[in-house]
């Protein structure tokens, strides 16, 4: 009898069932051509006895093998290995012989064909630092969460505005974290802030209507408001955010439906809305009843006492929005936002979130509830906190010691990027191919001009120390190798 104690090794610590583990063993050995097709595999009592399991346990192992297909039973021969073997090799769609189907898409996305094998560092725009969060403690949750709803009877409703648990909590957790005081029905949860404004753009704009943004702005969001048939009018960013008193002239040549704002940390630039400028587009929207849609994915990370709350918490007789997203603080991986806005607008919707996504991730909704509810992730922001101002602080350090009077750096109070203008540009493509050749990845970056300077949103949150030296590196050595002569705006 082949070694089935050394084939089948079982791992008594680990989270998956001895019956899984036993079957995965036998599987490995039969794809390894250790046992053949047509083999008989040991009685329950035997293999039960080798490998020191309880008999059951080799019954579950053997049935979940023969509803995979790798044996057959047979009463009077025992457990037989199959003849036919499973198809591991996926099969193409369609011949090779006809026609591929037209790509209804192709001018509307484009997607690269470049293949990134290697990378070590990826640069992005300023996420999260996964390696930080205690996976353990998520994983543990979700486990229960995940088993105290199959207890429950699935005759429960499924709501398009999220989990009751999350909801609930998110009205404490609003007010205590951003001043926000709202109701249970004016919160609706959703897979990303993103989903947010899509919802929101949808639920107010017609086709035909005004919208303002920011420039340089949010690009998701503007093409948001486009989809949704918007007229979009582009008003400019600077040191203290928006400029409103370009809102206040756009409202008196059309009628204004929604004010796009990133208030907090502005994106791409990192600046925050100043506290006149805050005031002002207060007056303006009460005095022409546009809508603001307040997008503040990141409010979570601050890192002094300087912070503005944000404008939902001080609106009176004001019509907003407000989005938000948990991506931010713990993984871009877990797609779970929320959207406040008055009962009447989370109606609406509801009615048009159930006919593209009848519910979301309800049990990993619970999962998030309980760690706000026990302290969780407020000890995880806390720490995050802390190690973020440390890299930024030391990125900013480093890009001044070796590039200081190449750059214009904004420094924010909180975020997880910084906004960096070059005084002297340089070849976007050039620097991505050397990156590559080095192991790092900066193909999601991007390069803005404005006012005949470039410009690179660079996240820092992400990157460690000794990650922050390559990169700086490698933008020292972008900048002196691949100058451009002449910056011309696209």
């Not at 070590?120 to 949750?141: A, K, Q």
């Amino acid at each position: 009898m082949l070694p089935f104690r050394q084939l089948i090794p079982i791992d008594r610590t680990a989270d998956t069932a001895l019956y899984q583990q036993i079957a995965t063993g036998v599987i490995d050995a039969i794809q390894k051509g250790i046992i053949e097709s047509g083999a008989r595999l040991p009685g329950t009592r035997t293999l039960a006895k080798t490998l020191n399991v309880h008999r059951k346990t080799i019954i579950s192992a053997y049935d979940e093998l023969y509803a995979q297909a790798w044996v057959d039973i047979n009463p009077r021969k025992g457990v037989i290995v199959a003849n036919t073997l499973p198809d591991l090799q996926p099969k193409p769609w369609i011949n090779e012989q006809q026609p591929a189907t037209e790509d209804h898409f192709s001018d509307v996305v484009h997607f690269t064909t470049r293949v990134h094998t290697g990378n070590r560092i990826v640069l992005n725009d300023g996420y999260p630092d996964i390696r930080l969060f205690p996976h353990e403690l998520i994983t543990r949750e979700y486990r229960f969460s995940l088993r105290q709803k199959a207890l429950q009877s699935m005759e429960d409703p499924l709501l398009p505005w999220g989990a009751f648990s999350l909801r609930n909590t998110l009205v404490g957790y609003l007010q205590k974290t951003r001043g926000i005081n709202t109701r249970l029905d004016e919160v609706m949860v959703t897979n990303g802030a993103q989903m947010g404004i899509y919802l929101a753009a949808k639920c107010l704009v017609n086709p035909g209507a005004h919208v303002i943004v920011g420039t340089p702005g949010y690009h998701l969001a503007d093409e948001v408001f486009k989809h949704a048939g918007a007229q979009l009018h582009q008003v400019k960013i600077d040191e203290e955010g928006m400029d409103v008193d370009a809102v206040e002239q756009l409202c008196k040549m059309h009628a204004i439906r929604i004010v796009y704002c990133i208030p907090h940390h502005h994106y791409p630039t990192t600046v925050a809305l100043s506290a006149s400028r805050r005031n002002k587009l207060f007056q303006l929207a009460r005095t022409y009843r546009f809508t603001i849609i307040e997008d503040d994915y990141d409010y979570d990370f601050q890192y002094d006492d300087s912070a503005y709350l944000p404008l939902y918490s001080q609106a009176q007789g004001i019509d907003i929005v407000y989005v938000g997203s948990f991506s931010k603080v713990i993984s871009p991986y877990l797609r779970v936002g929320f959207m406040i806005a008055s009962a009447t607008l989370i109606k609406k919707a509801y009615r048009l979130r159930r006919l593209i996504n009848i519910m979301g991730d309800e049990i990993m909704e619970n999962t998030l509830a309980t760690l706000i509810n026990n302290g969780e992730l407020s000890r995880h922001i806390k720490k995050a906190t802390k190690i973020y101002r440390e890299r930024r602080d030391y990125l900013i350090h480093q890009l001044k010691e070796k590039l200081g009077n190449q750059l214009a750096i904004n420094t924010p109070n909180g975020n997880m990027a910084l906004w960096i203008g070059f005084r002297t540009p340089f070849s976007l493509d050039h620097a991505t191919a050397l990156a590559s050749y080095k192991g790092i990845n900066m193909n999601g970056m991007a390069l803005t001009f404005q006012h005949q300077q470039q410009g690179m949103r660079l996240g820092f949150a992400s990157l460690n120390k000794e990650e922050i030296d390559e990169v700086v590196a490698l933008l020292k050595q972008a900048v002196l190798t691949y100058p451009l002569q002449k910056i011309s705006a696209p």
